[in-house]
């Protein structure tokens, strides 16, 4: 496995997979690696020659300093995880190389990034699709993999892609849950004990939201449902609740008859977790 850490040594390493016709596929990650990005490596190695990895920690998507700070780092475990992994290169650059100093372009879908968990944390996903725009346009790879956890935001690189023409397949990877539901996050070792038991509520809510709607129910309906579930749990706060359409994300209402995306975000004193389930009446 080959490590770079500059532009330069990870095109060059890239342009030599290519010259011999070999496929790549990326995965993008901020690092603090668990078995949700080894799923995404699994997936992209199952479907290109080569498999490149990137390690940064992106700091235009973070909101309040505090919490990139907090944000978790182990880059001799991430390494040993990748490689035992059989991925090919791992590409880590600094803050300086992914925002060289004087930088000012932005990458941002309009509608997308600014609805739903784009309004709980505003600039998020311009920093995602910022990031991952340069990210792309480094490594240049043939497929790229995102979680599905995070579904607004492989919606939004879906379209970012489709918009600016980019020569990537975009390909989402399955939620990893631990045994008893929770979905992996490099957030949850952040968790007292307590918070991380609180926080199965998560799941459960969407459980509930799943058994509702294939009983048949309204949108209003469905939003007390996750809502009751969530304001149940004392060490809770719900921060987002949104109940879209699963492809457009556009909001819905009535009765509820088509595939939608249920998205929550849920805060554990300062930490935030996300789930989302899409629900098929
Ligand atoms: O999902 C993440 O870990 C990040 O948002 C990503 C895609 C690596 C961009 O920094």
């Known amino acids: 496995?080959?490590?770079?850490?500059?532009?330069?040594?990870?095109?060059?390493?890239?342009?030599?997979?290519?010259?011999?016709?070999?496929?790549?596929g990326m995965v993008p990650t901020m690092g603090f690696l668990h078995a949700g990005h080894m799923t995404l490596v699994k997936l992209?190695?199952?479907?290109?020659?080569?498999?490149?990895?990137?390690?940064f920690v992106n700091p235009s998507q973070f909101g309040e300093s505090a919490d990139?700070?907090?944000?978790?780092?182990?880059?001799?475990?991430?390494?040993a995880m990748l490689k035992a992994a059989g991925v090919d290169l791992v590409f880590i650059p600094d803050v300086d190389t992914m925002y060289p100093p004087g930088d000012e372009?932005?990458?941002?879908?309009?509608?997308?990034?600014?609805?739903?968990?784009?309004?709980?944390?505003?600039?998020?996903?311009?920093g995602v699709t910022t990031v991952v725009s340069r990210l792309?346009?480094?490594?240049?790879?043939?497929?790229?993999?995102?979680?599905?956890?995070d579904y607004q935001q492989l919606q939004i690189i879906k379209r970012m892609v489709a918009d600016l023409h980019m020569p990537v397949q975009v390909i989402g990877g399955k939620t990893v849950r631990e045994d008893d539901g929770l979905a992996m996050s490099s957030r949850n070792v952040r968790l007292s004990t307590q918070d991380r038991a609180a926080a199965l509520v998560l799941s459960r809510s969407l459980d509930a939201a799943e058994h509702a709607v294939q009983s048949g129910t309204t949108v209003e309906k469905l939003r007390d449902v996750i809502a009751s579930t969530?304001?149940?749990?004392?060490?809770a706060a719900l921060k987002g609740l949104d109940i879209v359409a699963a492809e457009s994300?556009?909001?819905?209402?009535?009765?509820?008859?088509?595939?939608?995306?249920?998205?929550?975000s849920v805060a554990f004193g300062d930490i935030l977790l996300i789930d989302q389930r899409v629900v098929t009446p």
Do not use: W
């Open 1 to 24: 496995m080959r490590v770079c850490r500059t532009i330069t040594d990870c095109r060059a390493i890239v342009a030599d997979y290519k010259s011999k016709g070999e496929t790549v």
């Open 44 to 55: 992209a190695s199952s479907k290109a020659d080569r498999t490149v990895v990137s390690i």
């Open 68 to 79: 990139l700070d907090a944000y978790p780092r182990d880059e001799p475990r991430d390494l």
């Open 105 to 126: 372009t932005v990458v941002e879908t309009t509608r997308l990034a600014n609805m739903l968990h784009g309004k709980v944390r505003p600039g998020h996903f311009r």
């Open 136 to 149: 792309f346009n480094i490594v240049q790879p043939d497929i790229a993999c995102f979680g599905e956890k």
């Open 230 to 235: 969530i304001r149940a749990e004392p060490r």
């Open 249 to 264: 994300l556009n909001e819905l209402s009535g009765f509820v008859n088509e595939p939608t995306a249920i998205m929550l």
